[in-house]
């Protein structure tokens, strides 16, 4: 193309994207020894000094925080959560005009847009694969097998908690691994009385235990001067105590401290350049986001980090000869098999006898309760496939119970000043079963500004995963009304929530022993292309129920000790 | 449908609400905005109305002041201005005028309404749980369909009832009060940074109120 610039530094490595995967890869690579390029399609945000809202009260925010109509016309899609557009985190939020997305099938993309992605807006649930989850896809003949198994990755889930700092309680189930866990948060007095219940009610194995959350609760990790957590719940704006993890608190900062990376903002990866004579690729082709000058990096090693939806468009967009639909499509699974959490079902109650007691402190984590079906023996059940699990937790409500017969009055102004009832809400995370039909493509003929073709989606959840929302129901309503709680109602949003909205999407580059049935190999290689790897939740070949990002860490840093060592190999 | 999916529906949500920062010459008229601060969406009716109804909904007590010593009316003023979009003002502007119509009776104006008027319109129009909102029966909301609205990012706009825009009202004053800076920082029990979570007696922590913060 006549307005490409190439650019003749050599780097070593190109890592796209600086969220939770692009992170780590940048940090591992920069900490052995290698020059890496580091692309960002979006702005600069330094920790700290990049956190507008994170001190700001409710009355200093415009209207209560409450997203104005132009937030709301402008991130129409981001403002389905209910909850990401609130004026205190909004700028984290991408713009859906500016940034548009096609749906066939309604299909939530919650993204961000900057430095740190959405490491810096997560909500840092943190939990393992095991064996059960690895193995699930070839016990029962679904998509394809793992290449991987549960000791291969245990050292390096070992490696980022320990870096990160996780904390939790470990429970000693097989199928819930332990974890290298900091100090567990505290359950409140109605979390520890349903605990209580449910151990006494159950011998099928379900317990309830703090949520595991990438926060530190005691002393300090390594990173930009990170801390302990102050337990204000604004995690979401950015925390000035760097107390939960954050690539711009942690990975961004130990890889710049190496001298070795270059870090390149606005900087919009559009395609891997593939080169067939070496059968490797050569580098990435970017657009400024800016100023939208094209230019062409080289190194020796390509790390896609996109997150999962992004990285596959990038590969889709880079077509050669060679691969003409997309690099490493040889299969055709690339952009298929799309996957996410099934939630928005469950059941909430009410506390009785706790109305002398109240919290201290803002806990920004919930409660737990690891898979208890199909993990063997009595628990398992014929009606669907895998399992889910429970987060949600208790609190003290507002006012609107006590005032709900009010109109006006001195009685009415009495009661708005104090805490609600007690509720406990079970909210259940199921896992969703990989189908090729799910898929994303991109549409040519929709561009966006700087001429890319968009992402189109067609996906929604299936057979297996309707079928466990009613157990998901019905259990929730009988824990809570075996432990006593009252006004019990079971809930199931289905018709009303799409897929997406869970913010795990997965699955569309899927690794697996076998180049005609999977994208990325066991070291999250293409394939056909090994100096290509793919370390964000594209390679997840199936979901597991719980929030997967602690993998794709865990995945990066062990594909990045990979490439390394190749490199060194190559280099000797 | 409740009230809470009706506000919901109508993007008033009953959530995070506050009053803006400036405070307040203490205004001791009943149903007077604050002095100098001109409504960006309010008409004169308007502002006389709202003004005079949050007085009534949080009025002054003996430790307390009322909504409009925060400044209440200045804050829902430009809430509607900013947060409602074009049609869903325009719907909450007509129901507002069936209310006042209904107020004024054959008046040209509201100069001689005194709060026992308003509190009868508040009586009659503003519903408690467990009353019936016919206006709302007889023109209830479309079925949920399809996802089509969600995708497009188009509404289906539905006209607030009488009930359904004094309710809104009482949030939204409710809601400015209770995050007002005043309130938030000395009223109720303010603390910004906790650094622990512990369950304790509700009297100790905070002598039986709410946390400012959430
Ligand atoms: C509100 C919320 C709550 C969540 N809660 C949890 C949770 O509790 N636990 C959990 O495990 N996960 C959670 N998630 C999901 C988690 O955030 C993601 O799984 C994780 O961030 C994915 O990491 P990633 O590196 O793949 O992508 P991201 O963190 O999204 O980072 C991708 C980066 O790549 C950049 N990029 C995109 N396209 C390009 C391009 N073409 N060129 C250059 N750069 C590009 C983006 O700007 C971004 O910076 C949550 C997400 C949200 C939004
Ligand atoms: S709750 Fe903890 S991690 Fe979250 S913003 Fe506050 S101090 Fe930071």
């Known amino acids: ?572 | 449908m409740n009230r809470r999916e009706a506000l919901k529906n109508l993007g008033l949500a009953t959530g995070f609400v506050v009053v803006t920062p400036s405070l307040i010459s203490l205004l001791q008229s009943c149903n007077s905005a604050p002095e100098g601060w001109q409504p960006v969406f309010f008409n004169t009716d308007e502002t006389t109305f709202v003004s005079s109804i949050v007085d009534i909904i949080i009025p002054k007590t003996e430790d307390l002041p009322s909504a409009s010593e925060l400044n209440v009316i200045e804050f829902i003023d430009k809430y509607v201005a900013e947060v409602l979009d074009e049609q869903e003002q325009k719907h909450m502007r007509e129901t507002l005028a069936e209310i006042l119509n209904n107020l004024k009776g054959g008046a040209e104006n509201l100069d001689k309404k005194t709060s026992d008027d308003y509190k009868a319109i508040l009586d009659k129009y503003m519903l408690v749980k467990g009353e019936i909102d016919e206006e709302r029966e007889a023109n209830p909301p479309k079925p949920w369909v399809d996802h089509t609205n969600v995708i497009n990012g188009t509404k289906d706009y539905l006209k607030p009832t009488k009930n359904e825009v004094l309710n809104n009202l009482k949030w939204l004053t409710i809601n400015a009060y209770r995050t007002n800076e005043q309130i938030g920082e000395n009223v109720m029990p303010y603390d910004p940074i906790p650094a622990q979570y512990t369950c304790g007696d509700l009297q100790e922590l905070t002598g039986g109120k709410a946390w400012s913060l959430s």
């Open chain 1, 1 to 572: 193309m006549s307005n490409m610039k190439v650019d003749t530094t050599e780097f070593d490595a190109i890592v796209v994207g600086t969220g939770i995967s692009g992170g780590w890869a940048a940090k591992e690579l920069c900490e052995k020894g290698l020059k890496t390029l580091v692309l960002e399609r979006g702005r600069m945000v330094k920790h700290r000094e990049d956190y507008p809202t994170a001190n700001l009260d409710p009355w200093d925010l415009p209207n209560g925080g409450r997203p104005s109509a132009e937030t709301q016309r402008r991130k129409f899609k981001q403002n389905r959560t209910g909850y990401t557009t609130h004026e205190a985190r909004q700028h984290f939020f991408v713009d859906d005009l500016k940034h548009p997305y096609n749906e066939e099938r309604r299909f939530d993309w919650m993204r961000g847009y900057h430095v740190g992605g959405r490491s810096l807006m997560w909500g840092r649930q943190s939990y393992r694969l095991s064996d059960m989850d690895f193995e699930a896809n070839k016990n029962e003949g679904i998509a394809v097998d793992w290449p991987v198994r549960y000791k291969d990755i245990e050292p390096w889930y070992d490696y980022v908690e320990d870096y990160i700092g996780v904390s939790g309680e470990n429970l000693g189930l097989e199928h819930f691994p332990d974890q290298k866990l900091l100090k567990p948060m505290n359950l409140n007095c109605v979390e520890e009385h349903l605990k209580e219940e449910i151990a006494s009610n159950y011998d099928d194995g379900r317990v309830l235990t703090i949520g595991r959350t990438a926060h530190i609760t005691e002393g300090t990790k390594p990173g930009d001067g990170r801390s302990t957590c102050q337990y204000r719940n604004r995690c979401m704006r950015g925390c000035p105590y760097g107390a939960y993890f954050s690539s711009n608190s942690s990975t961004l900062p130990a890889a710049e401290a190496t001298g070795n990376m270059t870090l390149r903002p606005n900087s919009i990866a559009y395609e891997v350049i593939y080169d067939d004579t070496t059968k490797q690729a050569t580098g990435v082709k970017i657009i400024d986001a800016e100023t939208k000058e094209k230019i062409e990096y080289k190194a020796k090693i390509i790390f896609l980090c996109a997150s999962a939806i992004a990285s596959t468009a990038i590969l889709l967009q880079s077509k050669s000869e060679r691969f003409p639909n997309g690099l490493g499509n040889d299969s055709g699974e690339l952009g298929h098999n799309l996957m996410d959490h099934h939630f928005h079902v469950g059941a909430v109650g009410d506390a009785e006898g706790f109305d002398d007691k109240y919290t201290k402190g803002r806990r920004a984590n919930g409660i737990y309760i690891p898979r208890f079906r199909n993990t063997g023996g009595k628990t398992n059940t014929d009606k669907f496939l895998r399992g889910y699990g429970y987060q949600g937790g208790a609190s003290r409500g507002d006012f609107s119970e006590q005032i709900a017969e009010l109109k006006y009055g001195p009685e009415l102004k009495n009661e708005i000043l104090k805490p609600g009832k007690w509720q406990m809400n079970l909210l259940a995370f199921g896992e969703a079963l990989p189908d090729h039909k799910n898929r994303l493509y991109l549409d040519y003929d929709k561009l966006d500004e700087w001429g890319l073709p968009t992402v189109t989606f067609d996906a929604a959840f299936g057979e297996n995963e309707i079928a466990m929302r009613e157990d998901m129901k019905n259990q929730a309503v009988e824990m809570l009304e075996k432990a006593g709680f009252k006004n019990v109602i079971g809930y199931d949003n289905r018709e009303r929530f799409a897929m997406g909205l869970g913010i795990h999407e997965m699955g569309t580059a899927r690794m697996g022993h076998n180049p005609d049935t999977s994208v990325l190999n066991k070291w999250n290689q293409v394939h056909a292309c090994t100096n290509v790897y793919v370390t964000d939740g594209s390679f997840m070949t199936s979901a597991a129920c719980h929030n997967p990002s602690l993998g794709y860490m865990a995945f990066t840093a062990r594909a990045v000790d990979h490439a390394v060592n190749e490199f060194n190999k190559n280099n000797a």
